[in-house]
Structures are given as C-alpha cells and as structure tokens.
C-alpha cells in the first residue's frame, strides 16, 4: 500500500518560503499523479497543486498561483512544494496524496479530492509576524 509522508511545515513570517516535501515509503511514486491538499481551521480541505505522474501537467488552484511551484524527483521518490511569498491565508495543514485513478487529469484530482486514502499526518504551516 501507498504510503505518503509529509515534511517541511512550520512557522514562518509573512512574505517568507518554505517548501514541503512528499516522500513514499515502500512504493515507487513515479507511477501517480500527486497532489498538494490543505486544510485550515474550520474550513473544507482544498486542493493546492497536482502534478502529473510525468510532471508534464501541473494544476494550480488560483489562490496560490505565481507563488507556489510543485515539482517532482521520481529518483528521489519525492514531490516538493515550494511556496514562496507566504500569507497568513497559507496557515493550514498541508497533505500530500496520491490520484484514485490513472486517468483523472490534474485539475479534477486537485478540485474533487479524488484521492487514495487515508490521508496522511499532514505537516503543519503556519504564516504568522
């Protein structure tokens, strides 16, 4: 089974960056799409960013567009989120999850959650002078 690990949350000023890494543990993620997810206190969970299996096709949501960057090292079994000039509507936590199926575009994994689950433990940001 798939399992996801989030790292690289924590407290950081407004206008600052963090990124967050994605690892696998006992899989190979270079056969799924992945996504970014956050969730902050009292609000629905949100996708962020999806990337394709390949990294040829990329979803941002609008609220993080320009700012935000996903990539993807398929030999480091890792997918990373860079997130740059940081607000305090960042603050969330964030979570990493890998597509249900192999042919949901990037768009629709982001915006419907289509997702494997469970979720994992998430990392928490939070964005904060």
């Known amino acids: 089974q798939l399992q996801l690990v989030e790292s690289g949350g924590g407290l950081v000023q407004p206008g600052g960056s963090l990124r967050l890494s994605c690892a696998a543990s006992?899989?190979?993620?270079?056969?799924?799409?992945i996504g970014w997810f956050r969730q902050a206190p009292g609000k629905e969970r949100e996708g962020v960013s999806c990337?394709?299996?390949?990294?040829?096709?990329?979803y941002y949501a609008d609220s993080v567009k320009g700012r935000f960057t996903v990539s993807r090292d398929n030999d480091k079994n890792t997918v990373y989120l860079q997130m740059n000039s940081l607000k305090p509507d960042d603050t969330a936590v964030y979570y990493c999850?890998?597509?249900?199926?192999?042919?949901?575009?990037?768009?629709?994994?982001?915006?419907?959650?289509?997702?494997?689950?469970?979720w994992g433990q998430g990392t928490q940001v939070t964005v904060s002078s």
């Open positions: 999850a890998a597509a249900l199926r192999w042919s949901t575009s990037v768009q629709a994994m982001c915006v419907s959650k289509i997702v494997r689950e469970p």
């Open positions: 006992r899989s190979n993620l270079d056969s799924y799409a």
């Open positions: 990337i394709s299996s390949s990294g040829g096709r990329i």
